[in-house]
Structures are given as C-alpha cells and as structure tokens.
C-alpha cells in the first residue's frame, strides 16, 4: 500500500517569511496530492490539491510542487501571517479512491 | 457549502461497551471515510464506502465495523469498546464527479474516551 512521509514535524518561522513542507510518497500510480490544513480546535479543510498532469499549482500565497520521478511534493507558503499557524496534512492516492495521509506539520508562525 | 455532521463532540464509553459513531453528509457524495487522528500519527484510515451497503477496509481496521445503509449515513462501531480506542474520531466524504471530486470534507470529529 501507499506510504507518505511528512517533514518536518514542527516548523517556526517569522512572520513574513516563507515556510516549507515536503512528502514523500512510495506508490508511483498514486495521481492525486492534495493538502489540508487544520487550525486547533477545527476541521481539516483542504488548501490546496494537485494531479499528476501538472508540476505545479499555486492560489496567492500557497503553491504545491510535484515531482513525479523523484515521488515527492512540497507546499510553499509564502509571506505568512499569524493565521498561518495550524496542522498541515500532506496526503497521496489515486483518484477517487482512498486517500493515505502524512503525519503532519505543526506550523508556528512568530509575530 | 457540504457539511459534514457528526453526531457527538464528545463520548465517554466503558471498556467493553458497543459505541456507534454516526456520520451524516447533505452532499449525496457517494463516497465516505472514517478516521481516526492521534498526536504524531496523523489522519489514519480506518473504513469506507463508495456506495451504499458497499464497505472496503482501510489502514487500520481492527476492532472496528462500519454500516452504510443510506447514501447520506455512514456509522462506525466499535463492538467491544477498548481503551486503546481512546481517539479522535473523523468522518468525511467526497464526490467522485465534477470539478470538487476527490475533494475529502470532514466532519468535525468526535472525542471519543473509553474508561
């Protein structure tokens, strides 16, 4: 079965800078990344999602990164805000089928 | 908007005891999933469902059942509650049609403690 690898496990960064997070994954028919967030307290809600057709995708300040030979992905989040801070989920599978998730970052973003 | 419900925030169970957890979605998506996440391990697959009656194991199936008898209704059981079963428990659902399928939205979790 599918298995991914998220790192780091904890990330503090000034506010305003850039924070990244990388996964690896070890299916290579896996064809669907996508990244949820979860502020404490809440529901995980996706962010951002790419498909295997595409290297890159970016929404304002976030953008994901796939490299399909090497099997991993990143999530870039740039210029960050307090509202940044949260638990980022890094996931991989197959479309339509079942999701294998990472193990999380815990983002802290320092005023 | 899709929402999600759980039916309780919080459950306080005794070992041994049989505990239904009861997921209801509004989105006629025909997919859905239950989670379990602990601190460190992230969001671990326990059961789902692409359609109704239909069920396929997850990551972690063990000790855990699940039912889906309508489209909108996905229940979790735990036959013989333990206290390792102590966790958050999510469900989600997701299409698998049009431009937000695969797109997984989560309920918002119940605190589940066996004693």
């Known amino acids: 079965g599918e298995n991914v690898e998220q790192h780091p496990s904890t990330l503090s960064v000034q506010e305003g800078d850039s924070a990244v997070i990388k996964c690896t994954y070890s299916d290579s028919a896996s064809n669907y990344f996508p990244w949820y967030k979860q502020e404490l307290g809440k529901r995980p809600q996706l962010i951002i999602d790419?498909?295997?057709?595409?290297g890159e995708k970016k929404d304002q300040r976030i953008a994901v990164t796939l490299n399909k030979t090497a099997k991993h992905f990143s999530l870039h989040i740039t210029e960050t805000q307090p509202e940044d801070s949260a638990v980022y989920f890094c996931a991989a599978g197959l479309a339509n089928e079942k999701l294998t998730f990472g193990t999380g970052t815990r983002l802290t973003i320092i005023p | 908007d899709v929402k999600v419900t759980q039916s309780s925030r919080y459950l306080v169970k005794r070992t041994g005891e049989k505990v239904f957890l009861e997921c209801v979605q509004d989105?006629?998506?025909?997919?859905m999933f239950w989670y379990r996440q602990d601190p460190g391990l992230g969001l671990r697959l326990i059961y789902f469902s692409y359609d109704v009656k239909m069920k396929e194991k997850g990551d972690i199936p063990e000790g855990y059942s699940v039912s889906r008898e309508k489209k909108e209704r996905f229940s979790l059981i735990l036959e013989s509650a333990s206290t390792n079963q102590t966790s958050m428990y999510l469900c989600a659902s997701s299409s698998s049609f049009g431009d937000r399928k695969n797109i997984q939205y989560f309920g918002a979790g119940t605190r589940l403690s066996v004693l």
């Open positions: 790419i498909r295997s057709n595409v």
């Open positions: 989105m006629d998506h025909e997919n």
